[in-house]
């Protein structure tokens, strides 16, 4: 007998858990009144008579469990291999930060010695009257425009430099990756 209304409890909750649902997918019903007002209903009992050859059914669907997506979180490298940080930053960061600095005065003042250069072999053939080319002229005088904004856009890289040295030496660097 415990058996049997085992399997009766059971049947009727199931029974009960898969009709709850399905009074959840009921149609609505929409209609339109004289005055313009639209009207929506779960039952079409409620539908004045008049207006129920004008009823519009509105199929419900059975609402999807929308699960948000977990967020992203990179795995953290092991502790032995999580990086150290100086001030905000990795040791990468420096040393990509220093690497890119040095090379920009590197070419800087590259291009300097080569617009002196030209100058000054371009001043002493002018004073031992050699002719230029067109072409050469203005190139001396590119240069001997540009070249007082080359030295100082050297001296403001070179200033950025030694802040960033600074910074470094104040968040604990490493003296290898400034220098």
């Known amino acids: 007998m415990?058996?049997?209304?085992?399997?009766i409890v059971?049947?009727?909750?199931?029974?009960?858990?898969?009709?709850?649902?399905?009074?959840?997918?009921?149609?609505?019903?929409?209609?339109?009144?004289e005055k313009g007002d639209v009207h929506v209903v779960d039952d079409m009992l409620l539908?004045?008579?008049?207006?129920?050859?004008k009823v519009k059914i509105i199929k419900t669907k059975l609402p999807q469990e929308t699960v948000p997506p977990e967020p992203y979180?990179?795995?953290?490298?092991?502790?032995?291999?999580?990086?150290?940080?100086?001030?905000?930053?990795?040791?990468?960061w420096w040393r990509d930060e220093f690497d890119k600095r040095k090379s920009e005065i590197a070419d800087l003042e590259k291009t300097i010695a080569e617009?002196?250069?030209?100058?000054?072999?371009?001043?002493?053939?002018?004073?031992?009257?050699?002719?230029?080319?067109?072409?050469d002229i203005e190139s001396y005088e590119a240069?001997?425009?540009?070249?007082?904004?080359?030295?100082?856009?050297?001296?403001?890289?070179?200033?950025?430099?030694?802040?960033?040295?600074r910074k470094a030496r104040t968040y604990g660097v490493p003296r290898e990756i400034r220098e």
């Open 10 to 33: 059971v049947a009727v909750f199931l029974f009960s858990i898969v009709l709850i649902p399905l009074d959840a997918l009921s149609d609505l019903y929409q209609w339109q009144d």
């Open 73 to 92: 979180i990179p795995p953290s490298p092991p502790p032995s291999e999580q990086r150290e940080l100086y001030g905000e930053y990795p040791i990468e």
């Open 143 to 165: 240069y001997k425009r540009n070249l007082p904004d080359n030295e100082s856009k050297l001296q403001k890289l070179k200033a950025e430099l030694e802040e960033l040295r």
């Open 115 to 135: 617009q002196k250069s030209f100058i000054n072999i371009f001043e002493r053939g002018r004073g031992l009257g050699q002719t230029y080319s067109k072409e």
């Open 2 to 7: 415990v058996i049997k209304m085992r399997h």
């Open 47 to 53: 539908v004045p008579p008049q207006y129920k050859d």
